[in-house]
């Protein structure tokens, strides 16, 4: 797989793994697991456009 496919797979998981975090294993009403699944979110999504950008060839 190149970059681009990763990059891509890792902004879908990012979108999803949140959900199965936070809501299924994590009590909502607290703000520190939406805190926490957010920033796991932003993290995810940074490095797989990271990923995605270096592959098409842009240098930033």
Do not use: E
């Amino acid at each position: 797989m190149n970059k681009k496919t990763i990059g891509w797979i890792v902004i879908l998981a990012a979108i999803l793994l949140p959900f199965n975090f936070v809501y299924v294993r994590m009590d909502v009403s607290s703000p520190s697991a939406l805190l926490i699944g957010f920033l796991i979110t932003l993290i995810m999504v940074v490095i797989g456009f990271a990923l995605i950008s270096q592959s098409s060839g842009k240098k930033s």
